[in-house]
């Protein structure tokens, strides 16, 4: 009895601190938006987190997103071969990297490199006092910390999005060719003619909705780290898992939102 | 000028501080000393508003801090400055970048203006030589003196030191010592000194409290916690070994 006590008072704890933690993060996040004023004076911080979200990233997005293309290609193209359709392979990589492997890709690299690297800055800020410190001087964190991350990112995701679909095609493409003999030209034909201006928008719409997440959550866990290194460690672990949790249930709304009464 | 009423604060269960209370007078400097973890550093943060606490109030000039509006916060706390412990600069600005960042934050002063003042502090506290480094290239009492400067451009009224002197040599210490003297007497800055450090302590202190089990043992001026009869205040000053103070 009292073991099942302990697991309703575990559970109850946790989905208030869930419940809390979400709370301060959607507060975080408007708050945030509220500086967006001061957007000019915060150019180089933002440029700084473009930088670390581009520059940083570029490699591993090349790779991911050639495989992703690639991948793709081999699975869906060995199916299609089967009867006869491998020609339509492009139409089928277009589609499913513009609708979700490209932002949900783009989404879980920048999670994995930059929204880790946020969460791990400001909690080694906050435990080292740095936080304080800055509120003691009457910078706000959410002015001076939070709005140029949440800004980079929010801007930075839709053009890593749009790099992953293409990369992602060129890496089909090849595939088409060696593997199941389609010309590059009608591979791309096809990918013209699924390019739908539909699930190209709403695809970015996702990746941009998918950068303020990121950001806000990341920067949220951050603020919030206590208790030293373990504290940083534990901090940066949790707004990795969140932010996964949190793009696969947005991405799923977004994906019914639009696509519910179909293209 | 800073008043703390039956101030209780307890993390995770475990009690910090247990009713304390005390007031500082205008340009008095006020030393809190203690063992670790006895909540020095916290009634620290309480004055500046960077914790409320569960009982008690801290009132600032005659203004409540704890429980008060964002913006009633930022008005006291425009009068107060910090010296943390670690120094907390910021690791991606210089050295002067950091001194510089109050001044530009509040957009008073022309560019020329913010160079000078913090050419002046740099100067004062033998920091012109590392003006362009990086935190991570600047020693502990280095950073510490950079945090200093980084207070003493925005003049504040009051000043809260966090160990100010821990892991600098003695010549630092004593430079450290004389500039909490000469702001009080130039500036009538009022300050409070957290320190283990007894030889600082009794340079700068105008009154010395003891806090021990969230409490305020004692409170005197130097001379009379020098020569104390509380047996936990007399073991702490002298660094006895053997006492009522057992360290687990």
Known sequence: ?263 | MIELVGVRKSFEGRTVLDGVSLSLDRGETFVIIGMSGTGKTVTLKHIAGLLDPDGGDVFIGGVKMNGAAEDVKERLRMKMGIVFQSGALINWLTVFDNIALPLVERRLLPAADIEAIVDEKLRLLGLSEAKYKMPGELSGGMKKRVCLARVLVRNPEIILYDEPTAGLDPVMSRTINNLIRQMKRDFGVTSMVVTHDMHSAYDIADRIAMLYNGSIIQCDVPERIKDSDNPIVRQFVRGMVEGPIVVE
Request: glycine share 10%; aromatic share 10%.
């Open chain 1, 1 to 263: 009895m009292k073991g099942l006590a302990d697991i309703v008072t575990y559970l109850g704890r946790s989905i208030l601190h869930i419940l809390g933690f979400s709370g301060y993060t959607i507060l975080l996040f408007f708050r945030s938006m509220g500086y967006l004023r001061n957007i000019v004076r915060r150019r180089h911080e933002i440029a700084r987190q473009m930088f670390n979200a581009g520059a940083r990233t570029f490699g591993v997005i090349t790779v991911v997103s050639l495989f992703t293309g690639m991948i793709l290609t081999l699975q869906t193209g060995i199916a299609l071969k089967d009867y006869g359709m491998e020609e339509n392979i492009g139409n089928i990589v277009i589609a499913t990297l513009t609708r979700e492997m490209g932002p949900f890709s783009a989404a879980i690299i920048l999670i994995a490199s930059i929204g880790s690297a946020m969460a791990a800055e400001l909690g080694t800020m906050k435990v080292s006092e740095e936080i304080d410190a800055l509120q003691v001087m009457s910078i706000h964190p959410e002015d001076y910390l939070v709005m140029p991350r949440v800004v980079a990112l929010t801007v930075m995701m839709p053009v890593a999005t749009i790099y992953v679909n293409t990369l992602g095609v060129i890496g089909g493409a090849v595939i088409a060719e060696s593997h199941l003999g389609v010309s590059f030209q009608t591979f791309y034909l096809h990918v013209l003619e699924s390019l739908w201006f539909k699930a190209t928008y709403v695809g970015l719409f996702k990746a941009l909705v998918f950068g303020m997440a990121i950001s806000s959550i990341s920067c949220a866990h951050g603020l919030r780290a206590e208790n030293g290194a373990r504290g940083v460690g534990r901090a940066t672990r949790n707004s990795v898992v969140a932010s996964f949790l949190v793009i696969l249930i947005i991405g799923y709304y977004i994906t019914d939102m639009f696509f519910r009464e179909g293209l």
